[in-house]
């Protein structure tokens, strides 16, 4: 039986193209008068609070949002959610002391894997620039299916059409814009992103009454807001380790940190996108445990969308298009402009290439190449979901030697990529199977029977929790001496 829509394939395609070229007209508007590489990379470090921040949390939010937080919360319960709200925000908590670091240490910088690079060798370094493009590629893949997904669910309309339309549009503008063009942008829909965000809040809790509430949920799946509930807090965690480490590897935020004009805009703006983050996501969040409530056939992921869509209403249909393609255009355009910006910067050290080469014009041939891999992933419709756990962890691994390092003058470059290693071999022994019924130690090399059912039905946060915190007891081992290691 064919599936009902809840809009029409060509409505759907007009406002697709209306507001993608909208936001290109904008971007290149904007950016004409703003001409040069140190627009490009930092936006001449001349922005305002207002400017940066909504561009911080624009950036940090995207269309996964719409998704993740409420699949998350149907199993995880509260305490995905909190994790989930608080993992996304808190790395604008911890940049104000890094920030200032760095903006004090490198004045003229633009990107963390700078300091990395006059901090440790070579080997180090490239592996941190590549562990972060890594992670922004799967990031972009991941942004990009979920609006083709999304637009599919309301209309039909093929991912690979949605794809290529934001993929195009985006790049359109900022590869000529930059980082100017990317803050300009982020303005005009992180406001949109609320005012949407309002409307839903104010229709789902008129149309479902009641049952939008905590006593609904604390009725009909009462585990869901237990303190006894274990899954709750191994899933707050979880995803609280991952998403702010991911986060602190953001090269979008770290540009955001070097455009601001003075200190104190920085540390106002990463303190208000702080307190805008947590609610926007734990709303989200919180409609999934609603609506799973409701229906527990209801998919998890689109648990959102069954709640403002359930009367398949156009024009909440309407909304939620706009709702998605914002979120997820002002996030690709941070990606795309973050790449860059690390292989314009950082890429003559890492490189050995002709001297007369042009890193800007690389760096945009690079980009055209990773957009295209990542339009093919978007049009094939992949579960992501994955490979994101699989950035995530590479990110742990690093998290606390890179940022310990700031502050401790005495690590070596030896000891710190021993740690990191360490940490990555770690963590993928516990890292889960696709189907997170065994991983590479726990049911493969040893039978799941030697391990207790916390452990085996904990293998994601445990991954998480051991590459994390590996490293660190490695680098804090007294008497640890790396020449033994030889």
């Known amino acids: 039986m064919d599936k009902t829509f809840f809009l029409s394939q060509s409505t759907s395609l007009t406002l697709i193209i209306i507001i993608s070229l909208v936001f290109v007209f904008l971007g290149l508007y904007n950016s004409r008068n703003y001409q040069g590489l140190n627009n490009y990379l930092t936006a001449n470090r001349k922005i305002g609070l207002f400017s940066l921040t909504t561009s911080l949390t624009a950036s940090a939010l995207g269309a996964w949002i719409l998704f993740g937080p409420a699949s998350a919360a149907t199993w995880g319960g509260i305490g995905a959610i909190i994790g989930y709200s608080l993992g996304t925000a808190f790395p604008m908590f911890f940049l104000i002391y890094l920030g200032k670091k760095i903006r004090k240490d490198f004045p003229k910088g633009s990107s963390l894997i700078e300091f990395m690079r006059k901090k440790f060798g070579k080997s180090l370094f490239k592996l941190i620039l590549l562990m972060t493009i890594f992670y922004m590629f799967i990031f972009l893949c991941a942004e990009v299916t979920a609006v083709a997904v999304l637009i599919n669910y309301i209309s039909g309309t093929e991912l690979w059409i949605t794809a290529l339309i934001v993929l195009m549009s985006t790049l359109a503008y900022t590869l000529y814009g930059g980082l100017r063009a990317s803050i300009f942008t982020d303005n005009i829909q992180m406001v949109v992103i609320v005012v949407l965000l309002l409307i839903s809040l104010a229709y789902i809790s008129s149309f479902t009454g009641s049952e939008f509430s905590f006593d609904f949920i604390k009725e009909k799946n009462p585990q869901l807001l237990s303190s006894s509930y274990v899954p709750s807090y191994t899933a707050g965690l979880t995803f ?37 983050i947590i609610p926007i996501v734990f709303y989200m969040g919180f409609s999934g445990m609603v609506a799973f409530s409701i229906d527990p056939t209801t998919r998890p992921d ?24 914002a979120l997820t255009i002002s996030t690709v355009d941070t990606l795309v402009n973050a790449i860059s910006s690390l292989i314009i910067v950082d890429g003559k050290a890492t490189f050995n290439l002709d001297k007369k080469i042009n890193y800007l014009n690389l760096s945009k041939y690079v980009i055209l190449f990773l957009s295209f891999i990542s339009f093919i992933v978007a049009s094939k419709g992949f579960d992501i979901l994955y490979l994101f756990l699989l950035a995530d962890l590479f990110c742990c691994a690093f998290v606390l030697t890179v940022f310990y390092s700031f502050y401790n003058k005495s690590i070596k470059e030896k000891n710190a990529y021993i740690s990191i290693i360490i940490g990555l071999i770690g963590g993928f022994l516990m890292f889960p199977a696709p189907d997170f019924s065994k991983s590479l130690l726990v049911g493969t090399l040893l039978p799941k029977e030697l391990f207790t059912p916390i452990v085996s039905q904990s293998l994601l946060f445990l991954s998480f929790v051991i590459a994390t915190f590996l490293p660190l007891l490695v680098l804090k081992l007294k008497g640890f001496n790396i020449s033994r290691l030889h």
Do not use: C, M, P
């Open 240 to 276: 609280f380790i991952a998403v702010a480490a991911t986060n602190l590897f953001h090269q979008g935020n770290w540009q955001r940190v070097y455009a601001a004009k003075n200190f104190k805009t920085l540390s106002n703006s990463l303190i208000i996108s702080f307190f805008i």
């Open 302 to 325: 689109l648990g959102f969308f069954t709640l403002l869509l359930k009367d398949q209403t156009e024009l909440l249909s309407v909304v939620v298009i706009i709702l998605g393609l």
